[in-house]
């Protein structure tokens, strides 16, 4: 059984930070690309970031670029989203999602956690 899970999640001041993790278990996670995306409430799940399996390639959407930033440690099995400057925003139910090619559209990531909320106040 497959399980991504979410943690680092809260609720943050603007302009402060937050590092999200995911934990993986059950795939064979070093051969998997993994992202984020994320879903504010009314709103559809949006691209995060992504990042390759050997993490030589990342890809960010442009509202985070430059502000956030996805890493991961194959021997660990876990994804990271290191968040800074923190904009209102920016709340969101946060997700990891792993997928073997490279994609920015959700429907193509096979494996997804349930979710961390990040709130950030103004």
């Known amino acids: 059984q497959v399980v991504l899970a979410e943690s680092g999640g809260g609720l943050v001041q603007a302009g402060g930070s937050l590092r999200l993790s995911c934990a993986a278990s059950g795939l064979p996670f070093s051969i998997y690309n993994m992202a984020w995306f994320r879903q504010a409430p009314g709103k559809e799940r949006e691209f995060v970031a992504s990042?390759?399996?050997?993490?030589?390639?990342?890809d960010y959407a442009d509202s985070v670029r430059g502000r956030f930033t996805i890493s991961r440690d194959n021997a660990k099995n876990t994804v990271y989203l290191q968040m800074n400057n923190l904009e209102p925003e920016d709340t969101a139910v946060y997700y990891c999602?792993?997928?073997?090619?490279?994609?920015?559209?959700?429907?193509?990531?096979?494996?997804w956690g349930q979710g961390t909320q990040v709130t950030v106040s103004s």
């Open positions: 990042i390759t399996r050997n993490s030589n390639n990342r």
């Open positions: 999602a792993g997928v073997v090619g490279v994609s920015r559209r959700s429907s193509d990531y096979v494996y």
